[in-house]
């Protein structure tokens, strides 16, 4: 606590009107993630924003013109994935940033047959393995950041959270 304020370590925005987002919801969710592995003490913010902004953006850090799902802004570089740095583990580092891109997101949920909230979990779970220095470009790094997606998941399935979202989708 600061000045009677409890400092907030996983913040949250919303800058898309396609479906309302339950922020505190948002907020519950990713620092669960967080905690579970081990780094609860980090710092972190999530977006969701539009489809054009996330392409924007993907163009002016990834030369891709073309919308996705989900980036992840790393701010501590890891040596070994999943293992924080020495001089991290103490305060309240930046772990990173999160932008999620509707609606992307939407069309992936019903075309995977999911509701937002199993899809914003997904990604979550995605984006933080990358802030924990996750990569998929190898097939060896595939399989250990898919396995520690699914660890993640498994653990939020045994979760009782808030909605992100009340909107429910027609699924293909």
Known sequence: ??????????TAANKQTVVPVHLPALIKRTSAILKFVGVGHCRAHVLVATDQFVQ???YRTRDVNKPTDVLSFQQIMFEKPGVLPRQYRLGRPKLGDIVIGFPYVLEQAKDFGESIDDRFDVLLSHSVCHLLGYDHERDDDYKLMDAKENEILAYLDTLKLPPISDTHIQTR
């Open 1 to 10: 606590m600061r000045g009677g304020r409890v400092l907030q370590l996983v």
């Open 56 to 58: 924007t953006l993907n």
